[in-house]
């Protein structure tokens, strides 16, 4: 069965930092696409970038230049370094782990004050 255990999340204020993590189970997913999602209160949940097994990357618009996504594949881990948090990044953050199914994490809030 597999499982995705986010952490990292938490308060912070504009203009700094947060670095989530996310730690799959139930499988080796080297070879699985991964990635991390968000959704915003009363929004829809969108993009925020993913990581091919060969270490492509995307980024939504919003974040590039800011955030970083990089993976561990001994650990099956996704990381994304957040830097200069703005109050507009506030949302939940869904880790993603794609593949022939999609699987998701139970997400963890990012709240940045103004």
């Known amino acids: 069965q597999v499982q995705l255990v986010e952490s990292g999340g938490g308060l912070v204020q504009a203009g700094g930092s947060l670095r989530l993590s996310c730690a799959a189970s139930?499988?080796?997913?080297?070879?699985?696409?991964m990635g991390w999602y968000r959704q915003a209160p009363g929004k829809q949940r969108e993009l925020v970038a993913t990581?091919?097994?060969?270490?492509?990357?995307n980024y939504a618009d919003s974040v590039k230049g800011r955030f970083t996504i990089s993976r561990d594949n001994a650990k099956n881990t996704v990381y994304l370094q957040m830097n200069s948090l703005k109050p507009e990044d506030t949302a939940v953050y869904y880790c993603?782990?794609?593949?022939?199914?999609?699987?998701w994490g139970q997400g963890t809030q990012v709240t940045v004050s103004s």
């Open positions: 139930g499988s080796t997913f080297s070879f699985n696409p």
């Open positions: 993603w782990l794609g593949g022939l199914s999609n699987y």
């Open positions: 990581i091919t097994n060969g270490g492509s990357t």
